[in-house]
């Protein structure tokens, strides 16, 4: 069904409440293309149910042993994990993330053989100009110690703090310099041209206009992951737009 390469990243966040339910999710989200981002818990649950889908993890931790209560990214690896989601913005704002431990983390994502998808963006609304200064400023502090090789692996999710669950989602003109900015920036850094995907309010009556773009390499979805119906609504418009 899906014939390119583009990235359908579901972020389910801590939902839903039962396994039963991941199941049910898992199978609405089970098609080419699409990464599924369950909450750790149910990581396992839903590898077994994905055929067409890949396993993506919210997080990761970059060592293993006495860390009680993490999860290494080698152990997310043997779980079937191929993506994993690293500095999202709740993450950053409610535990304490910084950029010394984003990189730490993606460095050790990379090391497991697990794709990184690194969230950036601005805390407010401001002009593409102020937000290009924050989001070029992030990326400069969250890559220490990683490869010019390891770079060209790393997926960079633009998410404006801003847009994410409020139901306010930017509009494509705004994004399109802002990853243009960061393409450039990661380019200059790697050489390489990476996945750039857009995330923050996507929903089923949004997103086509984030498809028609073949500036975006895809789409993060949030609240809207975890609604069998929506989540159902997003793949089957973007299919329809051979996204
Ligand atoms: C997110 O969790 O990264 C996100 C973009 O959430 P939402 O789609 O709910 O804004």
Same mark, same amino acid.
């Given at each position: 069904?899906?014939?390119?390469?583009?990235?359908?990243?579901?972020?389910?966040? %801590?939902?839903?409440?039962?396994?039963?339910?991941?199941?049910?999710?898992?199978?609405?989200?089970?098609?080419?293309?699409?990464?599924? %981002?369950?909450?750790?818990? /149910?990581? %396992?649950?839903?590898?077994?149910?994905?055929? &067409?889908?890949?396993?993506?993890?919210?997080?990761?931790?970059?060592?293993?042993?006495?860390?009680?209560?993490?999860?290494? /990214?080698? &152990? =997310?690896?043997?779980?079937?994990?191929?993506?994993?989601?690293?500095?999202?913005?709740?993450?950053? =704002?409610? /535990?304490?993330?910084?950029? &010394?431990?984003?990189?730490?983390?993606?460095a050790s994502a990379l090391a497991a053989g697990i794709s990184p998808i690194v969230c950036i963006g601005e805390k407010k609304r401001t002009t593409v100009y102020t937000a290009i200064k924050a989001v070029v400023t992030e990326l400069n502090n969250s890559f220490t110690g990683i490869s010019k090789d390891n770079l060209g692996k790393i997926i960079l999710a633009y998410e404006p703090i801003w847009a994410i669950g409020t139901g306010k989602n930017a509009p494509l003109d705004e994004v399109l310099p802002i990853i243009s900015a960061m393409r450039k920036y990661m380019m200059d850094l790697s050489n390489k041209k990476i996945k750039i995907i857009y995330g923050g309010s996507v929903s089923p009556e949004n997103v086509s206009s984030y498809a028609v773009s073949p500036f975006i390499d895809g789409v993060l979805v949030g609240g809207a992951s975890a609604n069998k119906q929506k989540s159902a609504a997003i793949i089957e418009k973007l299919h329809s737009l051979n996204f």
């Open positions: 069904m899906k014939t390119n390469n583009k990235l359908i990243v579901m972020n389910w966040k %801590c939902n839903p409440r039962s396994i039963a339910e991941a199941r049910v999710l898992a199978v609405a989200s089970d098609v080419r293309g699409v990464v599924v %981002c369950p909450p750790s818990v /149910f990581l %396992c649950s839903v590898a077994q149910i994905l055929k &067409q889908a890949s396993l993506g993890a919210q997080n990761g931790f970059w060592a293993e042993g006495a860390y009680t209560g993490e999860y290494s /990214f080698g &152990q =997310l690896k043997s779980a079937g994990v191929k993506y994993a989601i690293i500095g999202h913005s709740e993450r950053r =704002l409610l /535990f304490g993330e910084n950029s &010394q431990i984003i990189s730490k983390k993606i």
